[in-house]
């Protein structure tokens, strides 16, 4: 590690296992992790990111070039773009019917997977709750929508509800995005039982303190695969996406789209509208429409 080698250490590739906002951890492929910062204070890293770096010490590395990546899941309220993670299989909606859920947060998280190419899967947490009828309803929407779904008690049921997550999750790479308290860190706990001791023995060998509790992070499953845990959020800003990019996400509007008079139709006034005749049919659900012509309406 002597300063004059410095210069000569030639690039190794890492994956990124930790976003703190600018501080990452990244993992090599012996298993080691580092402490890192991007070359030249860039923000164009996300967890999940197969990186270059080069070693400053025994626990910190900079990271000197991002590997191109399979898909980047993000969300944007504004100009303000949030990355989420990259290179992911699957991303994992939870939601539970307390606190309550916001079907628009669902329906948006679809979208922004949509967007990214990453194909979609809805976790109903807390069946053991009373009150699931509101929740019920949502799930079956969601498959309607043609979305894979599945039902758990996290904490309730843990047995069975590994079971039945494990054979979504095994070998595959999932990012779980839900409102705060859905049980998002529950369920990681249930499938990662060291999840939380290994936060913390990483928080004290690399110095890295409180900034832990706030970090998008990337779990190795014991069964193959990867989960990542991001902090809870409110709003899935969809900014980033064009109207186009919208209409082709709401897969109950598919069926229709070859039917309307123009082909560059984005389905709100036009005349000949297949998708806005299909809705006054009962064909396509009003809340869906009006959650769609919501979006465009909101943007710029
Ligand atoms: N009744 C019930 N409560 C749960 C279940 N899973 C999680 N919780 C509770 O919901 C709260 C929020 O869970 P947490 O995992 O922190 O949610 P997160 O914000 O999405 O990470 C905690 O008090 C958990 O104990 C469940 O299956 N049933
Ligand atoms: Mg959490
Ligand atoms: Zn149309």
Known sequence: MEASRRGV????????????????????????????????KRT????????????????????????????????????????????VDQVAVVFASAPPFSEEFLWRALLAAHGAGIPPLAILNKTDLPEQQRARAALA???ALGVATLAVSAQAEGTAARAALIERLRSQVTL?????GMGKSTLLNLLVP????????????????????TATRWYALPEGGALIDSPGFQSFGLAHLDARTIAEGM????????????NDCLHLDEPGCAVRAAVEQGAIEAARYLFYRDLLAARP
């Open 251 to 262: 897969s109950d509007f598919t069926p229709y789209l070859g039917g309307c008079r123009f």
């Open 141 to 143: 929407r969601l498959q």
């Open 176 to 180: 779980l995005v839900g409102q705060s």
């Open 44 to 87: 164009d890293v996300a967890v999940g990111d197969v990186v270059e770096v080069t070693l400053a010490s025994a626990t910190d590395a900079v990271i000197e070039r991002v590997l191109p990546r399979t898909n980047l899941l993000m969300r944007a309220d504004g100009v303000r773009e949030k990355t989420l993670a990259a290179n």
């Open 9 to 40: 250490r030639a690039a190794q590739e890492a994956r990124v296992t930790a976003d703190f906002g600018r501080r990452y951890l990244v993992e090599d492929a012996q298993g080691n992790t580092y402490a890192a910062v991007r070359r030249g």
């Open 194 to 213: 060291q999840a939380n001791a290994r936060t913390q023995d990483f928080s004290r060998r690399l110095n890295l303190g409180r900034q832990t509790t």
